[in-house]
Nanobody
């Protein structure tokens, strides 16, 4: 059973930055893809960014150029650096690990961006 714990959320003004962390209970080097999703009130959960085991990354158009996903394999941690935050980035952010036989989620961390 893989466990994920997110941290780093909070309240920030528009234009500010936050870095989210996702601590994973096992080695992430063998996990095929690590994802960050978000869910705003009344909206469906959406994929924000992902990073594959080989290092390739993909971003949603809405965050491209502002967010950066990275992974630190020795620390079993995945990060989401969020810059130039906008009020529409307000959501609960979830970390997700997908691999063979694995589809694990964290509990989420709230990000609130004030205008």
């Amino acid at each position: 059973q893989v466990q994920l714990v997110e941290s780093g959320g909070g309240l920030v003004q528009a234009g500010g930055s936050l870095r989210l962390s996702c601590a994973v209970s096992r080695s992430i080097s063998s996990i095929n893809v690590m994802n960050w999703y978000r869910q705003a009130p009344g909206k469906q959960r959406e994929l924000v960014a992902n990073i594959f085991s080989g290092g390739n990354t993909i971003y949603a158009d809405s965050v491209k150029g502002r967010f950066t996903i990275s992974r630190d394999n020795p620390k079993n941690t995945v990060y989401l650096q969020m810059n130039s935050l906008k009020p529409e980035d307000t959501a609960v952010y979830y970390c997700n690990a997908k691999s063979w036989g694995v589809n694990a989620w964290g509990q989420g961390t709230q990000v609130t961006v004030s205008s």
